[in-house]
């Protein structure tokens, strides 16, 4: 079953801070985070394992609540080329098959 | 090059045409997969190859056709199409190992079916 993400879109002015969650029904094992630009390949940001511990790069950090079968992408002070759809993917074994959520567009204006 | 490059970026065909979407990554990864991207719904996965061995095929219809001649090019054969498949196809490769499964995509194949 497909882990839902939210908000399906924001907009934000440069230097706003946004929040992704990402939740799934299932015990998971892993969440992978993506972001894709138009017209792009969808790029890795970063991957949470059970267990592990929060994530950082640069300013986009995540987090990832086993409890709660939930992870939520951080980014402080956005910047433009911030701007894309983020997708998470999410892992309910370590069995290498990613189900993937529909995405969070994430506009940021100057 | 680098990273995983699929050809072409753009594609129109008819519905009884016959088509294929190439992939190539140069990243010596060994699993290869083929996406399906539409408009505002999850990246559905189509196949996957490790090893040059389809180890997943996602009930997808016989008018696509994966081919995986080696570990690092991979083949989408397309006949006789329909109107709603009409999608961004990507693929991506992996390296699988315990504990991860990074995946490298490329910038995808826009195929329009008429």
């Known amino acids: 079953q497909q882990p839902v993400q939210s908000p399906q879109a924001v907009i934000l002015r440069e230097g706003e801070d946004a929040v992704i969650n990402c939740s799934s029904s299932?015990?998971?094992?892993?969440v992978h985070w993506y972001r894709q630009k138009h017209g792009e390949a969808p790029v890795f940001l970063m991957i949470?394992?059970?267990g592990g511990e929060q994530k950082g790069h640069e300013k986009i950090s995540a987090s990832f609540n086993e409890k709660k079968q939930q992870s939520s992408l951080y980014l402080t002070a956005s910047q433009l080329s911030y701007s894309g759809t983020y997708f998470c993917?999410?892992?309910?074994?370590?069995?290498?098959?990613?189900?993937w959520g529909a995405g969070t567009k994430l506009i940021i204006k100057p | 090059e680098t990273g995983v490059t699929q050809t072409p970026r753009h594609l129109v065909m008819g519905m009884t045409n016959k088509k294929s979407l190439k992939c190539e990554q140069h990243?010596?990864?060994?699993?290869m997969y083929w996406y399906k991207q539409s408009a505002k719904k999850p990246l559905e996965l189509m196949f996957v190859?490790?090893?040059?061995?389809?180890?997943e095929n996602n009930s997808v219809p016989s008018r696509f056709s994966p081919e995986c001649p080696n570990s690092s090019h991979l083949f989408l054969h397309l006949h006789t199409l329909q109107p709603e498949d009409s999608a961004l196809y990507l693929c991506?490769?992996?390296?699988?190992?315990?504990?991860?499964?990074?995946?490298?995509f490329g910038a995808g194949s826009r195929l329009t079916v008429l």
């Open positions: 991506a490769s992996s390296q699988v190992f315990s504990g991860a499964n990074v995946l490298t």
């Open positions: 990243l010596g990864h060994n699993a």
């Open positions: 190859y490790n090893f040059k061995e389809q180890t």
């Open positions: 299932k015990a998971l094992y892993s």
């Open positions: 949470l394992l059970k």
């Open positions: 993917g999410t892992e309910a074994d370590s069995n290498y098959q990613l189900i």
